[in-house]
């Protein structure tokens, strides 16, 4: 079965809601990251987090290792915070990034 | 700031034919990926590559090659297109294994 799994897998915004998206894992992890990619589909590295919790403007991602998950969380969501995020993790050395399918957000005025 | 180039952003081909895909980083990085993006937009991998190791994922046909001139570039040569091939192709590069991995634009390739 899937490796990474995200939920929701879609959600939709009015503008200045605060949402939760979630990301649980089966494996161990090398490391973790959240993407964003662009209707375009270029991907946005947002965050390098294989623990803890860190902050990027509006956005904060959370990983416990323990319980195999891990979330990012999008304060007073914008317009132009529509598109998909991912979440990848690396579970053995030098293997690259095992990806989920995604949490596609659409934020409307 | 776009620091992986891939060229081209999109090609069309036949059944058949050979393709070359072009990466290149100018981020100083060690390491090169190739992923695929499928049409469900799941993303795997398909190869990892720095200048001690190639790790080839265990489910990619023997018609794909990566080829490395340095270590800031990272080809992807498929040798006799299937329609199945039909996809994104996205190059990834990062300090060594393990480290924050930053995207190109993506090759979309369509096999008729």
């Known amino acids: 079965g899937q490796q990474v799994q995200q939920s929701p897998a879609s959600l939709v915004l009015q503008e200045g809601e605060n949402a939760e998206l979630q990301c649980n894992f089966s494996?161990?992890?090398?490391?973790m990251q959240w993407f964003y990619q662009r209707p375009g589909g270029s991907l946005v590295s947002l965050f390098y987090?294989?623990?803890g919790t860190k902050h990027s403007g509006r956005l904060t991602s959370t990983t416990v290792i323990k319980e195999r998950r891990s979330s990012l969380h999008i304060s007073s969501s914008q317009t132009t915070d529509s598109g998909t995020y991912l979440c990848?993790?690396?579970?053995?050395?030098?293997?690259?990034?095992?990806f989920g399918l995604g949490t596609r957000v659409s934020v409307f005025p | 700031e776009t620091a992986v180039f891939q060229t081209p952003n999109y090609h069309v081909t036949q059944v058949g034919n050979e393709v070359s895909f072009n990466c290149k980083q100018t981020?100083?990085?060690?390491?090169m990926y190739w992923y695929k993006q499928d049409s469900k937009k799941l993303l795997k991998i398909m190869f990892s590559y720095n200048n001690k190791q190639l790790i080839v994922n265990e489910t990619v046909p023997r018609r794909f090659s990566p080829q490395s001139s340095d270590k800031a570039h990272l080809n992807l040569r498929i040798k006799s297109v299937e329609p199945e091939d039909s996809a994104v192709y996205l190059c990834a590069s990062s300090f060594d294994w393990g480290d924050t991995q930053y995207f190109g634009p993506g090759t979309r390739l369509l096999v008729l």
């Open positions: 987090n294989p623990s």
């Open positions: 990848a993790l690396e579970h053995n050395y030098a293997q690259g990034l095992t």
């Open positions: 494996t161990s992890l090398n490391s």
């Open positions: 981020l100083g990085h060690d390491t």
